[in-house]
């Protein structure tokens, strides 16, 4: 059984910065492409950022870029996402998931997703 796990979710004033891990299991990790998604009350879920196997592939949506980064760490199994210069808008839930493919943006393809963590940014 394929099992995610996020981490490291909190309260955190704007402005300032938390780290969302993930760590994984029962699928072999370093041919996954691994998303961080999130999803804000009243909207739709959205890719914040993604990266590939190898992790030289990045991907980030355009309100997150230049603020957050995403890295993995494929002997732990593991996915992070560091966020810095927070945002009240950055208020959501933030799920780890996981892709068959081995570089992939679509979150059609991303099969296997945690139970989410909670961020929020107060102003």
């Known amino acids: 059984q394929v099992q995610l796990v996020e981490s490291g979710g909190g309260l955190v004033q704007a402005g300032g910065s938390l780290r969302v891990s993930c760590a994984a299991s029962?699928?072999?990790?370093?041919?996954?492409?691994m998303g961080w998604f999130r999803q804000a009350p009243g909207k739709e879920r959205e890719l914040v950022a993604a990266?590939?196997?190898?992790?030289?592939?990045?991907y980030y949506a355009d309100s997150v870029k230049g603020r957050f980064t995403i890295s993995r760490d494929n002997a732990k199994n593991t996915v992070s996402l560091q966020m810095n210069n927070l945002k009240p808008e950055d208020t959501a839930v933030y799920y780890c998931?996981?892709?068959?493919?081995?570089?992939?943006?679509?979150?059609?393809?991303?099969?296997?997703w945690g139970q989410g963590t909670q961020v929020t940014v107060s102003s």
């Open positions: 998931a996981a892709s068959a493919r081995g570089n992939s943006d679509l979150v059609q393809t991303y099969d296997y």
């Open positions: 029962g699928l072999t990790f370093r041919r996954c492409a």
């Open positions: 990266i590939n196997w190898s992790g030289a592939g990045r």
